[in-house]
């Protein structure tokens, strides 16, 4: 029976009104390498931060190398041996490979005087090639590295404290097939050297090709502790979703008309590849996929926040030049950002400063405000979009997630409103504000006005939209009609082989 | 790709000025390279040199610094006044430093712990500091009569006068310290990527407190080589000054290979200007056509080095 | 990635309606402060000097506020898009020397304030496009400026030596010393900037997108804001209004003083900060700037008065404008 490196036991972590991780029993033995899946919100994320300390459990037994903790920071978990890689940033860019791997570590000569240069970079090197079996010219500067290659030497600089515990939160995003592969071999070779290896990721094709067990999380719990020899992507997709779902009748909104709205075509950015697609008058387009797979980017490239190397919009017929988002709005087309706080909206202005602030010429003459107009206008869509306000006058701030969702999404209402492009628009919110937020989509297409709608949950897009389109790295690869939605299918072609599973 | 060419623009531009601007003046004045001059000129450079160097190390931890040309004075008069009332020179200094690192200190606290902004609230101590400088001197020239000055200042070690012997030091101890200790390297890493530096285990205020006690030190040291080499203080001296030091850090940067503020870079851009200085004005040029010239050239470099950022800039 | 919307989410946040009572207190409790702490200073004032309270001199508060107050508002622009603007000090001085130059040369007034403007509007497009175009620092852009203004400054006249008229003509004598229906001209002048700026800024649709670049640039950009622009114009015109203070400062010395901008500018300084305070949620506001004005401006007069020297109250404005830092930074702070 293998050591256990890790056990945690009976882990409960509440958030005000959020019961993040119930009652989880999550264990790791050394020398494995442990995928965690889930569905967001399904608490892994909150697992592993009090793993790596940043998150202290209300409850449980946490145990590591046979020691049991009880007091968690994140500088106590690097000295105990336990290191995780994340997605962002954390290297100084004008740093070399072998300061940024030794960064806290530095090697010295003559009794500590002076930095050994040379022994820095022969110890980075030596720390690539045993570890990593890469080879990098240690003198090159960290910001003329590829992606890949950063994450490389973040690795590096993990090892050199020997860490028991490597924990990899979604590694595979920004890397091409043959650095995933360097990545898969290093993994291999950490493990055989005795490190233990945590692996959080969406991609089930890779957690089958480098893990040796899974862990399976969905709202809160674990749900099952698998050998991915014995199991297949079904399996795992089904312990995630839960079984599957009926689909719900779409009787709730009318059948968009036949007429074309916008049509996209041939966009490229730096992500985006070959993206087309067409929407329809009053249509309702989901648009499917994990996290960072491009759905942002086309949003905001349509929009005209990004920049787009090619690519042709047309809406009703007409041209729209793109890369503007003063022209975007003026022709009626609406976005509303999933950073809701450092774009949705102006934090620190109040309803009525953001609810006109999209389109406000209309509430001016020669320049100056039409405070009246602006007034009744807001007191209006507070009635209509039913935001819990005392009144206009309060700083959206403030207000509750949902609320401020709401004043956001309402500023377009100012407009005649062609198309309106939702980017996570119920993230954060809770249930009541949620449900209010798809009655007024409901109302917007039935009126007329196409919804672009980009989400994580599937729920949503099985409850509001006519069709779906699903993308993966940065390209579309399905668009699949409402009849034919189940989760099984649309995540299977966002994260999986495209396997087609029909219904149930 | 583009970010190369345009890092090494700033670069070469740089380079190109310097070089063109030694080479012309050289043309003009055939006394420029006149090994006495030289000396003299280096002499000139370490009135800037040295408060470049502290700001440099103070602006790599990610902070500024305005104040120093009042700590400066500040300083500078409260050792002339205690030296002209009989206060042994070894005490006099000592008050000097003390001053100089109860302003710096306070300007740390108020910055690091405070979160006030450094480019505001070292514009007010400037603001304020150059107001005390000039209570303690009354508005005249303080002078600083001693025989160790006089010698300090015309005598020579090895045939180099003692300011060019400072001048040596302190871009040695400081380029060691930044470039060959740890501590620099943390100082950089703190000043690039905080957060990096924290999950490195770097404990990130106190690093950013240390260039402070630089600054202190080196504006302390400016100030005893103004009463030296010019047997006193004469009013806000230091203050025009200030834009040259600014432009020798960011003239430093400029010519840097990775564009980072560096001190070799800075102690080069220093001397550089006081290079130019000196043959303008042996070419005849006014010395407001000097400083004209110096905002200007400080304007382009930076320009050179930000055309390569797409944001605006909010402090 | 996939979030399930089966887990119990109960309306979590409170649904915090307005700020939390907290903070109003807070505020409120600083403002009071202020205020209390001005009419402390004006009491103390009053005392320490009889002619304080005096007509004449409330008077000539109330002309230094004319001039300080529209170098204020220019700055208060810059710091709403989180930025400073400090050219200027140095225009001032250079609009002094260009309007006292050309009357001496001969000319008509109307063209040496046109000449003025030219100056001003010169230093600003140069601001402008290092700050919005070439996206400097705009602390370094603008105080590389104003040196190289002052450079100018000191190069023309030979190291700052004032031009001085000996005949000034009337009309521009009676820029400072005139009045318009029964108001002092330069109070006048305030008056009308005040009421400009405040149209603009409060009333009209150009404020509401200036405060929203300042507030967060990337709302702005996403509501369609033409960010750069904006950016641009603000520190143009943050520089071109030190051009009336110039024209007004030289009428009332009848002469041009290369150097004399620098006391207004950290006055204007202080003020723009203070009506950070005076604000409602820290925004930089054209009253509470114009409060801002009126403080520095009466200390300034006071401790003249007092026979305080001017370079005790250089030290004084300095330790102003960082306490005025301080609380403005304690106030605003997000946590």
Redesign the interface.
Known sequence: MAEKILEMRKINKIF????AVKDVDFSVEKGEVRALIG????GKSTLIKVVTGINVPDSGEFWFDSAEIKHFS??DM?KFGIEAIYQ????????NVA?SIL??N?I?RMKGL??DKRKMHEQAAEILSKHLMISLDTRR?VR?LSVGERQLVQIA?CLVKKPKLIIFDEPTAPLNASEIERLFAIIRSLKKQGSTIVYIS?RLEEIFEIADTVTIM???EKVADLELAKSNENELIKH???GSFELVAQDIHHKPSEEEMLSVSDMNTEYLKEVAFSLKKGEVLGVFG??GAGQEDLARAV?G?KKATSGRLELEGRTVKLGK??R???MGIG?V?R?RK????????NIL?NV???N??K??RF???K?KEEQSTTKKLIKKLSI???NFR??VR????G?QQKVAIS?YFTLKLKVLILDYPT?GI?????SEVYDILKELSKEGTSIILIT?????IEALCHRSLVMRDGKIVADIDGSKFSEDLL?SWA?GTGNSREGG | MLNIIKRNFSTSFTIFIFAGVIITLAFISPSFFDFYNILSVLGQATFVAIPAVGLSMIMISGNFNLSFVGVIGVSAVTVGVLMSRGVPLFIALLVGLAICLAVDLSNAFLIIKMKIHPWLCTLATMLAMLGLETAISGGYFISARSSLFMDLRFGSFLGFPFAVWILALVFLVFYYVMHKRPLGFHIYAVGTNPEAARKAGIKVDLVKFIPWIFMAILSWVTSFMYLIQLSGYPPEAANISLLTVILAVFFGMAISTKNVINVPGTVLGAVFVALMGNGLSLAGVSSYWIKLVEGVILIAVIMSNSLGSDELVQL | MFSSNKSERKPSEAIQVGKPAGRKLNEFLINASVFMGFAGVLVFFSISSSSFLTGANITDIFLRISITGPIAFGIMLSIILKGINLTPGAVVGLVGLTVTATIRAGYALPTAIFLAFLVGAAFGLVTAFAVAKAKMNPFIATVAIMFVGDSVARVTTQGGLPIYIYRAPEAFSNIYRGSTFFIPNPIFILLVTVLIYYLVLERMKYGRRLYAAGLSIKAARAAGIRVNLYYGIAYFFATLSAVLPGIIVASQVRSGQPLIGHAYLWDGIGAAFLSTIISKGGRPNILGALFGAVVLSTVDNGLTLIGVPFYWKEFARGLIILAILVVATLKNRRT
């Open positions: 005000p009104g959020v019961h569905k967001n919100g399904a994140p500088s690097n962002e940033n954390d290297l100084v860019g004008h740093f300061q960064l806290n530095e010295t002076t930095i500067l003329d600089h969406h969905r709202d809160g995630m979703t839960g994990a996290e929009f926040l988002p003063d975007a709005i003026k976005y950002s950073d450092e774009e949705g909206l102006v934090q620190d202005f400063e006109t602030l999209a406000i010429d509430y001016a320049g100056f405000l405070t819990m306000c005392r309060n700083v403030y207000l509750s997630g609320n500023r993230s809770d249930v009541e504000a949620k994580p949950e599937y729920e949503e995540l994260i």
